[in-house]
């Protein structure tokens, strides 16, 4: 995808910008931001710099787009490279879940697994902090980042929103209010930029417990879907939604209990360009993957490491979870959408 990169460390903020953002292949994590040891990058709308490049090289090395570094970040997390056979990642098991928390349940997506996780890690005291996603009061939809360090602040940010969030600049309000124990939740694209950040710049995420990883085929514009089609062109106002997602098609849940759909070719149209260079669909790098793939009001769950493990089964032994073994259906659909997301990523990673 990048080619003829510098060899050198000492890389300055223009290798990024001319490689990947002037590319149109920045996903908007604002990883680079977190890490900018000389707090010379601002996120507005994007990336920007606003003071002198030290020419440290840290926002290359953290950056999710810039190389290729998926195989050495599996050594880096599971001790080995993901088999060829193993379509969805590494893991170590799957499953189906659903919250037996009514009122997760109707503030969730689907089966209210991820806000579920998080708010039995607090309780528990394993995490005194998480980075989620809220909306902004402002802006109607447009996710933004979260600290989220109470049961109902995490309730409050459940659900999926549809476009980017610069997630990962919320690790330095972490540090700011003194939180040591963190999870993180993030599409694949950011726990690849969390990884990055582990293994290169460990003191920045030395707070950090474990990672969720949202099913992701692609994100959307906000000002192209969200403004323009389903604001001014179908005529909805955006504070009268009260959910949306993707079965087969954009549905569009409205407060009065009606509910509106856009196909999904349709929707495409808005999608984020460096999204068809992503080849990760289940977040094969998180701690635990979760998505609603094939389900409805269930939570396909995998569990892919360690300290997964131990974060679901703490949440099952304290009855907050109803777990299922997953049916071939959704299986079947999670292999489809794994090897289609990676296949398109690796022909245009040839293509350019």
């Not at 195989?71 to 599971?78: L, P």
């Not at 403004?227 to 959910?243: A, C, R, V, W, Y």
């Not at 569990?303 to 949440?315: H, L, M, P, Q, Y």
Request: hydrophobic share 35%.
């Amino acid at each position: 995808m990048i080619r003829n990169m510098k060899s050198s460390s000492k890389l300055d903020f223009n290798e990024l910008s001319n490689n990947v953002i002037s590319r149109r292949l920045c996903v908007d994590c604002g990883a680079c931001v977190a890490a900018c040891p000389s707090n010379v990058l601002v996120y507005e709308q994007g990336t920007k710099l606003v003071g002198e490049c030290k020419n440290c090289g840290i926002c290359t090395r953290v950056c999710p787009r810039y190389k290729s570094l998926v195989t050495e970040m599996e050594n880096f997390v599971f001790g080995r490279q993901r088999k060829i056979e193993e379509d969805f990642g590494i893991f170590k098991q799957v499953l189906v879940a659903r919250s037996t928390n009514e009122d997760i349940l109707r503030k969730s997506q689907d089966g209210g697994v991820v806000t579920t996780l998080l708010i039995s890690a607090l309780e528990s005291g394993l995490i005194n902090g998480a980075i989620t996603s809220r909306v902004d009061p402002t802006n109607p939809w447009l996710p933004l980042p979260s600290v989220a360090t109470t049961p109902d602040e995490l309730i409050a940010n459940a659900g999926t929103r549809y476009s980017p969030s610069p997630g990962l600049i919320a690790l330095k309000d972490c540090l700011k209010a003194g939180l040591d124990k963190i999870a993180f939740v993030g599409t694949p694209c950011q726990i690849l930029a969390i990884r990055r950040i582990q293994k290169f710049l460990p003191k920045y995420a030395k707070s950090l417990v474990f990672t969720i990883g949202l099913f992701c085929a692609e994100n959307f514009s906000y000002n192209g879907l969200m403004i323009s089609k389903i604001q001014n062109e179908l005529g909805i106002n955006l504070n009268d939604i009260k959910k949306t997602n993707i079965k087969g098609k954009f549905l569009i849940y409205l407060k009065t209990g009606e509910v509106q759909e856009i196909s999904l070719k349709e929707a495409k149209k808005f999608v984020i360009p460096s999204c068809q260079y992503c080849g990760d669909f289940s977040a094969e790098l998180a701690d635990i993957s979760c998505g609603g793939v094939g389900l409805d009001g269930w939570t396909y769950t995998i569990i892919r490491t360690d300290e997964g493990s131990k974060v679901f089964d703490n949440a099952v032994k304290g009855g907050m979870l109803r777990v299922e073994s997953p049916g071939e259906s959704p299986t079947k659909l999670l292999v489809k959408m794994s090897k289609g997301k990676r296949s398109r990523a690796n022909r245009l990673s040839k293509d350019s």
